[in-house]
């Protein structure tokens, strides 16, 4: 099918916006269900809460359901452990026909037993799927009994599938987590402490910006939950202050912090110079101590410093190359936006599988005039205005990956499957390098997109 | 640790750890992509959709569409045909496919949805438009494996499509079985050298292993056609390559439209590529050709050359069933010693179809359905093999056990390689040949003593 031929799906008009066209204070409508027989890049509520408690590390995941859940939902991710790496093996209850049909708590129950006696996790997280919501499988009942039994907390995560977004399932693994907090011993922590909220440890990102604490003279209580560990979960309400990094999926559990145990909390991003600045001088001015404040000047002088020169090379070299970006959640986006135009590159098309009105508008006002901006976009929308932008980059996750390439146009992945750390001063190094070697690399003078260019130029 | 295996095997009754199978829809989606112009439906929750599409990316590294009914809570209480009726709208409306490949989910297939009448229902409600397609197959995720859901994704297309004029195509219908596209792509060569006339279904060639274009197809040139699968109706026989994913599809057409079929093997190895040229070769009335004699002979010669280094070394083989049955006859013929063979397939014909190829030569041994990794990691970890066959998942016992792996079958989530050649046919066993090889003496060269370390091999 030609790209100029795509329209755009009638229901989702509304969830496309260029900047600069139509009302000024049009909405861009999001949070909306994807509609049926969109090919649509979301996923289910499963999905959300997997991804947030996958991290935990000392703890069991078990799925209940039939085999797939567990199956596609295995080591896929680079959540990395400095210690145990149970997360990263795959326990299904399997769920069979006759287990539909007669139900698998016991199975469930047995399966639990049998795993808690070989693994000695420090807690066991059960996920219900859509199949254990339909069949009526009490698993809050299993999981209460086992945990009396085996003396670990054993705790029911509410994600059926079907039940609402992977926003929803978000919602559910901060539940899942709030079960713990509150049942470990605060005594000793610092009383300049924060807690990493929505931060995964991909590539070994956590390890950057705990190093960054550690230099300053912050306590990191915990981290929800890269490189987690239940008993650093357990005794998060110690610390005075929350950070949350993808907000998404995290504002959740710091609201209930705040309510509960007042303990205020700051949307930062530690991607990019500018961002990951901000969220070290934000945290430092809380505790009101002028020493603290003073390293995180240097810290961040010293770090600049390192990165320079290299950043400058690359700026040069990366000026006025057009970016596209489609990522999981819109907070994310906004830092991308920032860490491009550091690297001299506009981005020209943007959007996310879940922001809110908010976020939206925040884009809105952060883009270049021209930039498009949709939500829960599709493959063919994405590369209809990659074309019709002309991008020399996309950013985005697996699903995306393979379009950028069929288009002849250069990726870097900042979802789960990135390879190298983004996050910090040091990530921003990565970041540069990862840009360029996708957008510099001698491949895009033999892609037909390209080389037809040249040709053209030639021929003018 | 990442390695949580000991040497005893574990009791366990109700439980997983590290699947060697995943679930039906996904098959069904990979089947419903070898048909020309498919738009694969998943009606179900959105999740399961996602990861199918992500997985069978991470597989293929090509884009990979499917829409999804997108249920909420409000289907999983009342049914799913609204929205399976809405999607059929949009998916003509927009995407405009040939053919819309419905497979259920484990939750429709709970809540009962009828498929068939949603579609009938849809389609005199003119939300199909003329001209157009829709086929369904059932694939309950609690039941089988992914396989099956390829399986029944196959049965489904002849059900639908598959007609009988009376009229002779003169033609052969291949049915692959799950296989890559590059595999695909050869099983074609192969029947063109031989100059039979020939219907491969599906065929996700030119679908999954695209070249650089520079543009985004949403319907590649590949897949079969609805014209050529209604046509398989009127063909000679069928071959059907693979007991789990092949057969039922071939029993299917025999059934409806009286062609009968060969039931074999996967073309991997010596013999079950003979056995496939030789089925060709017999129903078209066709000589084999010189210059597959001489791929043939090729095979034959580099297996002579290498073949010292393979003898009686213990392999662990996994994965889905026909590969690993395909498979095992190969590391017979190559003089490897099957040690553990695994599916995580369910149903005794996986391990009555591997002790046939066996027969009663290995009495050690140890085959497996329903298996899963951890188990196969925790009888490596007690009695160790050097070599293992299967796909990427079997990297972490290759890890912990420092044994090579050569990587085949689905999914290879961290190689290129298989994306480009093929495995099966006599060039197929040539290259898995090679990656054997070198894999064992790689691991010869980085591990044996000084003095046992040589130039020339």
Redesign the interface.
């Known amino acids: 099918m030609p790209h100029d031929e795509i329209e755009i799906l009638e229901e989702r008009r509304n969830q496309v916006f260029r900047k600069g066209e139509g009302a000024a204070s049009g909405e861009i409508a999001c949070g909306k269900r994807s509609a049926a027989g969109s090919v649509s890049q979301r996923a289910c509520v499963f999905c959300g809460s997997r991804v947030v408690l996958y991290p935990i590390a000392d703890a069991l995941h078990v799925v209940h359901g039939p085999i797939g859940c567990a199956a596609y939902t295995w080591d896929i991710r680079g959540a990395h452990s400095s210690g145990p790496q149970l997360h990263r093996n795959s326990f299904s209850t399997d769920l069979q026909e006759k287990d539909v049909i007669f139900g698998g708590e016991k199975k469930l129950a047995a399966a639990l037993r049998e795993l808690i006696a070989a693994c000695t996790p420090k807690a066991a997280f059960v996920y219900s799927t859509c199949i254990t919501g339909l069949i009526g499988d009490d698993v809050d009942a299993v999981c209460k009994t086992i945990s009396k039994e085996t003396g670990i907390p054993v705790i029911p995560v509410e994600s059926p599938g079907f039940s609402g977004t992977k926003k929803d399932g978000y919602r559910a693994a901060c539940e899942a987590i709030y079960k713990l907090i509150g049942t470990g011993d605060i005594s000793g922590i610092s009383p300049h402490s924060i807690n990493l909220l929505g931060e995964f440890n991909i590539a070994g990102e956590t390890w950057i910006m705990k190093d960054y604490f550690r230099r300053i003279g912050i306590q990191v209580v915990s981290c929800i939950s890269g490189d987690g560990r239940v008993d650093e979960i357990r005794r998060c309400h110690g610390a005075k202050l929350n950070l949350v990094q993808c907000s998404g999926s995290m504002t959740h559990l710091a609201k209930k912090l705040t309510d509960d145990y007042g303990i205020p909390f700051q949307r930062i991003s530690f991607f990019g110079i500018e961002d990951t600045a901000a969220a070290i001088y934000g945290a430092a001015g809380v505790f009101g101590d002028p020493e603290i404040e003073s390293r995180a000047r240097e810290l961040v002088k010293e770090e600049l410093l390192k990165i320079q020169p290299e950043l400058r090379r690359y700026r040069k070299i990366l000026k006025g190359r057009k970016a596209a970006i489609y990522v999981g959640g819109a907070f994310k986006a906004f830092s991308l936006v920032r860490a491009l135009r550091s690297l001299g590159m506009r981005t020209v098309l943007v959007g996310s599988q879940t922001g809110n009105p908010q976020d939206y508008e925040q884009l809105k006002e952060l883009c270049d005039p021209g930039t498009v901006i949709v939500d829960d976009s599709n493959p063919l929308e994405l590369a209809k205005f990659c074309l019709e932008k002309d991008v020399d980059l996309f950013i985005g996750g697996v699903k995306e990956r393979p379009i950028a390439y069929k288009l002849g146009i250069g990726f870097c992945d900042h979802n789960h499957e990135r390879k190298e750390a983004l996050a910090g001063f040091e990530g921003m190094i990565n970041f540069a390098k990862e840009v360029h070697a996708s957008v510099m690399s001698p491949v895009w003078n033999y892609v037909p997109r390209r080389a037809n260019r040249r040709q053209e130029r030639m021929a003018a | ?2 390695d ?1 295996a000991t040497p005893t095997i ?1 009791e ?8 060697a ?3 039906q ?2 098959g069904a989606m990979y089947a419903a992509l070898g048909i020309h112009s498919c738009m694969p ?1 998943s009606h ?12 069978l ?2 597989h293929f ?13 409000g ?2 209480v009342f049914g799913g045909m609204a ?2 009726q ?6 003509f409306s ?3 496919p040939e053919v819309v490949a419905v497979h259920t ?3 429709s297939e ?2 009962g949805d009828d498929i068939p009448t949603i579609i009938k229902k849809a389609r005199e409600e003119g939300k199909i438009p003329e001209g157009k397609t829709v086929i369904h197959a059932n694939t ?4 089988g ?1 992914n396989v099956t859901g390829y399986s029944n994704m196959c049965v489904g297309i002849v059900n639908y499509l598959a007609e009988k004029s009376g009229e002779s195509t003169e033609a052969i219908n291949i049915f692959p079985g799950w296989l890559d596209p590059s595999d695909m792509r050869e099983l074609k060569r192969l029947a063109e050298e031989l100059g039979v006339k020939y219907t491969l279904c599906p065929d996700t060639s030119d679908v999954l292993d ?1 070249p ?8 590649p040139k590949g897949g079969t056609p609805v014209e050529a699968i209604k046509r398989m109706g009127d063909a000679i026989k069928t071959v059907a390559l693979g007991e789990f994913t092949a057969h039922a599809a071939a029993q299917k057409l025999n059934d409806k439209c009286g062609v009968p079929f060969e039931a074999l093997d996967a073309p991997i190895g010596l013999t079950n590529t003979d056995l496939y040229i030789d089925a060709l070769r017999r129903i078209a009335e066709v000589d084999v050709p010189a210059s597959i004699d001489a791929e043939r002979g090729r095979l034959l010669d580099v297996i002579q050359d290498i073949g010292q280094y393979f003898h009686e070394v213990p392999v662990a083989i996994f994965g889905d069933p026909d590969h690993v049955v395909a498979m095992t006859r190969f590391a017979i013929e190559l003089g490897l010693k099957p040690k553990y063979i695994f599916s ?1 397939a369910t149903g005794r014909a996986f391990e009555n179809r591997v002790h046939a190829i066996l027969d009663g030569r290995f009495p050690d041994a140890i085959v497996k359905q329903q298996g899963d990794l ?1 188990e196969l990691h925790e009888r490596i970890k007690a009695d160790p093999v050097k070599l293992i066959l299967g796909n990427t ?1 079997g990297k ?1 016992i290759g890890r912990a056990e420092n044994i090579p792996l050569v990587r085949f079958g689905f999914p290879i989530l961290d190689r290129v390689g298989h994306r480009l050649f093929p495995t099966v046919g006599y060039r197929g066993a040539m290259h898995l040949v090679e990656k054997i090889s070198d894999a064992l003496l790689d691991q010869r060269d980085r591990t044996c003593p000084e003095e046992w370390f040589e130039l020339v091999q």
């Open positions: 640790m990442l949580l574990s366990r009754s109700a439980l997983k750890i590290n699947p199978k995943t679930c829809p996904i439906h179900g929750s959105q999740g399961c959709c996602a990861y199918h599409r992500s997985h990316t991470r590294k090509e884009p990979v569409a499917a829409t999804t009914s997108s249920f909420t809570e289907a999983s929205n399976l809405q999607a059929l709208i949009n998916i927009i995407y405009n989910t484990c939750l709970v809540i309950p995720s609690f039941v494996s695209l650089q274009t520079g543009v985004y197809e949403m319907y995580g951890f998942y972490h």
